[in-house]
């Protein structure tokens, strides 16, 4: 994810957290450009007056915010998370920088640039932050020793990954690991580990996912979330961190404040994702499978760093996967309206083809993951 800096020579890094896109974990709607390495400008006029801020989204249309020049660092982040159609949440969590140099709340973003213009005879240069969130060694030494970078990727990550799960675009097969990510987001969201909030229906109405509140009312998640409370939370912290039998998590971070509680279960919250097959997936879809007898009609194609999944749209289970391996002979090949996926594994060739207007768009996508793992 980056900010360019454009018009007033300055290098912009910043970051957000989008409905669904961090990580390449989204489609590409506009809930989820800036999380999803959505490259984004600002201009600042020769003349005082305004700031053109612009976002480019996945499908290559344009986000346009126009502010006064003078507009504050915490004003412009809320108001291209309103253009965006970002959760209010997230607005919070934008980190802006002119070169190396974090803006606060308070600061004017155009008064910085150009100052630094000013007093900087380096040319315009763009700051990048790699998928993995580590700089290269040829960008600013500064933003490695940022201390608030680690902890704000991690949280625009989990923020994904808990829109991921109550969207229901992550599979879940079992009430119990629905329930373990439904208490996780309690901790992360309130920072208690042994009571839950006081108004706890409403709050596992946000965080259940929406397929699973209909095979369960929501009177039986809040009693399930609420007879064990503590249980549950050490249950699903040892689960994801990898603590030994004898050893309790919530006892280890009994001292700890709110902060430090929340940062745990949202990291614990992420590492349940991790394992799920289709996470860090950009999804495609619906499309239309007809031409495949052994899929369903509608499916989503989902596309990893490890190769791609066939989901049933209805319910988002996987109904094939292709891993990206020399073993297995894939290739993709597209068409204005098609997408055929062909494999020659164990030296029998097998051939699928998918009606769908972004076979391109999906194909490009494929091709840069593909030379992005060969160049590893």
Known sequence: WMWSGVGGGGAWGGGGGGGSGIGDGGGGTSGSAIASSAPASIDVPGAPGSIVFKVLLRDNSVKTVVAPARTTTAALSRAVAHKLRLPEE???????????????????????????????????????????????????????????????????????????????????????????????????EFGSLSEPPPDLRSVVARFVPKAWLKRDPLPVWVDRVSRDFAGLVEAALAGALAVAPSSSVTKSLAAAGAGEISAAASHAFLQHCRRMPVYGGRYFGPVDASTVKEFPPAVL?????????????????????????????????????????????????????FKTKDAFMIHSYINQIQKHAQAK
């Open 301 to 353: 194609i989902v596309v990893r760093h490890d190769g791609v999944l066939i989901l049933k749209d209805d319910d988002h289970s996987v109904v094939a996967s292709w891993p990206f391996s020399l073993r297995n002979a894939l290739s993709f090949a597209s068409a204005p309206k098609s997408l055929t996926v062909t494999s020659s594994a164990s030296h029998a060739r097998s051939e699928w083809r």
């Open 90 to 188: 997230h607005a919070a969590l934008y980190s802006l920088f002119v070169h190396s140099t974090q803006l606060q709340d308070e600061d004017r973003p155009a008064d910085v640039v150009a100052a630094w213009a000013a007093s900087s005879s380096e040319p315009v240069r763009l700051v990048y932050q790699r998928a993995q969130f580590l700089p290269s060694d040829t960008e600013p030494r500064a933003w490695k020793s940022l201390p608030t970078s680690c902890s704000v990727n991690e949280r625009l990550l989990y923020m994904e990954a808990r829109t991921g799960v109550v969207e229901g675009r992550y599979t879940l097969k079992e009430a119990q690991s629905v329930l373990t990510l439904v208490v996780l987001a309690i901790v992360a």
